[in-house]
């Protein structure tokens, strides 16, 4: 899982595309309907073509909105009790449960990790000094580029997810740095199991789900089964099941809730409503670490709303609290691209509990997949061309010294090259997260369809190219 990814490609086009316009006296004044939120989702529903759609906003103790749009896999409406995967919005679920420990005592908070979890070692002396809190707030030194991340994703459990750390290394001392790493919240819900004496599912279904009336909610898919998410090719939403991965009770991305359920969890967030830990521990949980805006499993934004944003393959989320106005939204899609519908929705719908007029919902993912379909039949039709002309290219060339030939086949092989690095071009914007080739062809699926398709085209003039400038040579040699 790499929830961050299509965020960085949505925020990019969000920035280009959105034109924020000013509240008037009127509108600042005006308090927020069901009607101004129904009105806007729908827009941004038909708008984005996203196949389904879901959010709540909640005020205080109540839960003010909520709604669903679109479809399911099943063809079923999607309502507020419609079940969907919200990927890393479970980090905030997963922080809450060790708090709920803590408070009890089980877990100490500032302990060491190794100190109460067996199994936990890493090839690294460092680890023995990580914390739970430097889990819960991803100060570990836990890290993607140190961490075998792919190796992770076929445990079978969170024990032997915690077991295959056994040959990994910290990226930074403890408490020194940050680093997005889902391994943090993976040990996390392990050391949950430890701790409680049940297993992840039973301890977030008896302590929290219930507790709070969510219903719809688990960390299984044997327990709540979501539909199959989607993603867009060149404008064509495609049903497809979730990439395989470490899914099932996994604390950094694996619980499955509704828009309803979402709701009560917004409001205790907000300390309203049922309270799982008492208000330092909810506190606590949303204070920003000393090196980095981000609390445990919640970012702290400057203007001092807690937010964070869920991406798998298939499907997107986002969670949005502002401790001071008591407001809270949530926001889910079936579907997953190279824009992000959940932030765009959660920034509108907050700017209009705000007494703002939000930006009108862009249609970023259509205008870039249909400049990366152009692209993508430009490359076709110039591979075309150049291997027609290939003939003609050999004879102007032939007998020419080698690396005057090589120079002029860069240009075709470019795109190849760029094929090639584009997985770790990928985890580098990514701010060093791992993005393995199979995550491309989910999300990013346009960009990694032209991409191919170039490198493609370019390979298959560049053989003509040889193919034909050995022919020239040979007849040049049979007529000397």
Known sequence: MNPKVPKL??????????????????QAETAPTSEAFDAYLTDLVETSGVPGLSAVVTHGAETVFTAGYGTDSNGDPVTEHTPMRVASVSKSFTAMAVMVLVEEGAIELDGTVASQLPGFAMADPRAEEVTVRQLLDQTSGFADTTIDVIELEDATSLEDYVSRLG???????????????NANLNVAARLVEVASGQTFADFMRE?????????DSAT????????????????????REEAPGFLDDSG???????AADMGRWLISQNGEGTQLVGAEGLEEMHTASAVQDYGMGWSVESDGTLAHSGNLMTYNAVEWI??????????????????????A??????????????????????????????????????????TVRSRRWAEKRSGRQAWRIALRMVPVLLPAVAFAAYPAGVSFISGGRTVP????????????????????????????????????????????
Do not use: H, K
């Not at 040959?167 to 790493?181: H, I, K, M, R």
């Not at 209009?352 to 692209?375: K, M």
């Not at 034909?468 to 049979?478: E, H, K, N, P, Q």
């Open 167 to 181: 040959d990994d290394s910290l990226a930074a001392d403890p408490g020194t740095d940050w680093a997005y790493c």
């Open 207 to 215: 302590r929290v789900f219930t507790p709070l009336g969510m219903g």
């Open 252 to 258: 950094s991305g694996g619980i499955i809730t509704s």
């Open 345 to 386: 929705g959660m920034e509108g719908l907050s700017a209009i509990v705000a007494g703002e007029t939000p930006a009108e919902p862009g249609r970023d993912r259509q205008v870039f997949e249909l400049v990366l379909g152009v692209i993508a039949l430009a490359a076709v039709a110039l591979g075309v061309l150049g």
């Open 437 to 480: 080739w199979p995550q491309m062809f989910y999300f990013a699926l346009p960009l990694t369809v032209t991409l191919m398709v170039a490198a493609a085209a370019g390979l298959v003039v560049a053989v003509a190219r040889l193919m034909r400038l050995r022919t020239a040579d040979r007849s040049v040699g049979s007529a000397a």
């Open 322 to 343: 502002d401790p001071e106005s008591g407001y809270g939204i949530a926001v889910m899609t079936t579907g997953a691209g190279l824009a992000d519908v959940t932030w």
């Open 220 to 239: 299984r898919d044997e327990d709540v089964a979501p539909g199959l998410g989607y993603n867009s090719l060149f404008g064509l939403w495609i049903p």
């Open 9 to 26: 490609f949505g925020a990019a086009l969000a920035v280009a595309a959105a034109v924020a316009l000013p509240a008037s006296p009127a």
